[in-house]
């Protein structure tokens, strides 16, 4: 059992499928309550199923779950809950775009990029059946009092059955992190994580936001400014200009390549995260790595269209140099681009 703090000061987090409440167990214990909203009792089997496979799952770099409630009151009418450990350090999203300036420095930064990436890996690799998060993004990624990342948020999940490619579902998810083969067409994998996992990595590295609406119906998609700096040779030009305690330039330059490849917009272009945690703990740095040109993003504005069309010649919508690789030359080492495994 647990009981609420008082309601004005208990809530924690905002969302979409419910808020979250600090709460306090028998035991004087502080937990994190998320409440979802719009509950029937149709459903709750197979909530209960899901949170049950989800609560016996444990990582370090995991938020745990310390279980759950599905209950009709003649207040509330028809609630389920789940309760999880509470991060007093909050989200990678309050050190970001929170109030006041982002003052984390790269070690403590390369540490949550490396924490979300083994966790991710856990989830895809060592949980039967693999469990797609769909829903990474800043404001999931929790940090403990030693800001170590902790993957939050299962109340999107989604299992993959073994032995099948792709989940075809309905699209949930956070304008900017969402993949193009699963905004588009509902196909869900894990390279669906990978690339959100890139977005919440760009993120961490350059202090902008995901996605921002401009004037005139122009949008700023991180992923595609990230790609167009990397693509004319400006790859640390990506990293957040004034940060405390700056790493080895070539460290920060690998990381930003990393997520370069994670949000290529083709899913066969991504690495695993079991890779991406190999490239990211590896103390070399990539050199050449092999990054497939993309095509156009799909807010191109005219202009680049018709740049575009009059380079290629063939009207297709492509970048000038079509599908051919972008190789980027690193003379101390050498890491072959990832491949499927």
């Not at 936001?209 to 693509?231: H, K, N």
């Not at 070539?250 to 490239?279: D, F, G, S, W």
């Amino acid at each position: 059992m647990f009981h609420l703090l008082p309601f004005i000061d208990s809530i924690v987090g905002r969302g979409g499928f419910g808020n979250v409440y600090k709460g306090v167990l028998p035991d004087g214990t502080e937990v994190a309550v998320k409440r979802f909203k719009n509950c029937s009792a149709a459903g709750d089997a197979a909530f209960a199923h899901e949170v049950e496979v989800v609560a016996s799952v444990r990582h370090v770099n995991l938020v745990s779950l310390r279980g759950y409630s599905i209950a009709t009151t003649q207040r509330e009418g028809h609630q389920r809950m789940i309760v999880c450990d509470l991060m007093h350090n909050g989200s990678l999203h309050d050190h970001l775009f929170g109030t006041g300036e982002c003052l984390m420095a790269w070690p403590v930064r390369q540490r949550i990029a490396i924490g979300m990436a083994r966790g991710l890996a856990y989830l895809h690799r060592d949980t039967q059946p693999a469990i797609i998060h769909r829903d990474i993004k800043a404001s999931n990624i929790l940090l403990d009092d030693d800001f170590e990342a902790k993957v939050a948020d299962f109340g999107l999940a989604k299992f993959a059955p073994e032995g099948m490619t792709h989940v075809s579902t309905r699209v949930a998810g956070t304008m900017g992190y969402v993949a193009p083969e699963y905004a588009l067409y509902g196909q869900l994998t894990e390279k669906s994580d990978v690339y959100s996992f890139g977005v919440v990595l760009l993120e961490l590295i350059s202090g902008k936001r995901a996605f921002i609406s401009l004037s005139e119906g122009q949008s700023f998609v991180l992923a595609d400014w990230a790609w167009s700096l990397v693509r004319t040779g400006k790859t640390m030009d990506v990293v957040q200009e004034g940060m405390a305690e700056p790493g080895p330039t070539k460290v920060m330059e690998k990381y930003v390549l990393v997520a370069a490849l994670c949000t290529h917009p083709q899913l066969h272009a991504r690495p695993t995260m079991e890779q991406v945690v190999k490239i990211l703990e590896s103390d070399s740095t990539p050199g050449p790595l092999i990054i497939p040109d993309r095509p156009l993003p799909v807010v191109a504005n005219l202009a680049d269209i018709e740049r575009s069309v009059s380079s290629s010649g063939s009207g297709q919508l492509y970048s000038p140099s079509g599908f051919r690789s972008f190789i980027h030359r690193n003379e101390d080492a050498k890491l072959e681009s990832p491949k499927e495994t």
